[in-house]
């Protein structure tokens, strides 16, 4: 792979560019909300993609969902390669999210185990932990596969979500010597965990804030006992995180509010508007919004014009290859013909009436009526592939 020399980078417009881990509890709305971005960005379901992954099917009730369903590694492989090599032909996709990474992982670590056991056919494993001789390397090497996984495709320009379930998790830092505290993040383990971490822009995290109200009752000893009832409730999805809620995104300080209050059936537009607005701010020359939207709609051309470079550029090549592969089928090398002559008389003479038939057919096709070294080789090969 040659060098690739630096270049400044400047920050991307569109929500696309982001790459988005996305983790709440159950029924939160977070397949929802990716269908509804898709929705209100593109107006056209075709252009998100949303991917089941083994038993997780959270998308049955979703009208205007473009999805596939994958259970194997080897699914999964060829669907990003479909993916890429395929955009702006079979398809337009713009961003692609995977429901849910709890499903994800295992199947990378069925694939691992089966690889480990290739290599190592006498020392067989059944879980990824005793992979390649144990001590986490089994582990490390699911991590590399699943950084590698999603860094291909945000290189090819195919924004990627990957959605999770929360968890509340004990956070005892290294030298504490009291118990920690609770923080809720993902049911993932930390190692796994890191793979969003490292390579994700934005960690979110949804939380349902729920309003309590005290109230005492006596029990049938004459003993009071206090109770708390929810009176309401607040759905919100943390950019940032703190004590309590883990999560996290790239953009400046300031630049985001600490959560998004979801209050509305389909929060899709203020999604895009906070996310898209936390670009902006990030920039290190601050521009206004109407200034950021000309900016957006100018990127959005150059992508365009880019991808419409690449289709001439792959078509151009296309060319080429065809009239190589044509060069090359009239190639006459009159050694190599020579030899394949030899071949070819030896087994004409026990050749059947069809056989020989097939022969003067291909030598008629092409003006001769007999073996003669200065045809193009292709006839003598053809001739030799009829024995």
């Not at 291909?152 to 504490?176: E, F, M, P, R, S």
């Not at 070294?373 to 006839?379: E, F, I, N």
Request: glycine share 6%.
């Amino acid at each position: 792979m040659a060098f690739k020399k630096p270049t400044i980078n400047k920050i991307k417009t569109d929500i696309k560019a982001l790459s988005i881990y996305i983790r709440t509890i159950k029924k939160f709305g977070k397949s929802t909300l990716f269908r509804d971005v898709v929705l209100e960005k593109y107006g056209d379901p075709l252009r998100g993609l949303l991917v089941g992954i083994g038993a997780e099917m959270g998308y049955t009730l979703l009208d205007e969902l473009n999805h596939t369903h994958v259970e194997t590694w080897q699914e999964l492989v060829e669907m990003k390669e479909w993916l890429i090599e395929q955009k702006g032909k079979e398809h337009n996709i713009e961003i692609v999210a995977f429901d849910v990474v709890d499903e994800f992982l295992p199947i990378l670590d069925r694939e691992v185990v089966r690889l480990s056991n290739i290599d190592n056919p006498k020392k067989l494993c059944k879980s990824v932990k005793g992979a390649y001789g144990g001590y986490n390397a089994g582990i490390e090497i699911v991590v590399q596969m699943a950084k590698d996984y999603f860094l291909d495709l945000k290189k090819a320009g195919v924004g990627v979500w990957c959605v999770a379930h929360t968890k509340y998790k004990n956070i005892k830092q290294k030298g504490d010597i009291d118990d920690g505290y609770m923080s809720l993040s993902s049911t993932l383990t930390s190692n796994y965990e890191s793979i969003f971490g490292d390579v994700f822009d934005c960690v979110l995290t949804g939380y349902i804030d729920r309003d309590l109200e005290e109230e005492t009752i006596t029990m049938q000893d004459d003993k009071e006992k206090k109770i708390r009832h929810a009176t309401g409730e607040t759905r919100k999805l943390y950019l940032r995180g703190n004590t309590f809620i883990d999560a996290g995104c790239r953009f400046k300080d300031g630049s985001v509010p600490e959560y998004i209050v979801f209050d509305k059936p389909n929060m899709a537009k203020e999604f895009i508007r906070v996310l898209e607005e936390g670009m902006r701010l990030s920039k290190s020359t601050i521009v206004s919004v109407e200034e950021f939207k000309k900016i957006q709609e100018d990127d959005l051309i150059k992508d365009e014009v880019k991808e419409q470079e690449i289709t001439k550029e792959e078509i151009k090549n296309n060319e080429i290859v065809a009239e190589t592969v044509e060069e090359n089928n009239d190639t006459i090398d009159v050694e190599k013909n020579k030899e394949l002559i030899k071949n070819i008389t030896t087994h004409y003479k026990e050749a059947t009436d069809e056989q020989k038939t097939k022969v003067k057919a291909i030598l008629n096709a092409n003006g001769a009526s007999k073996f003669d070294a200065s045809l193009p080789t292709k006839v003598f090969e053809e001739i030799l592939s009829i024995f």
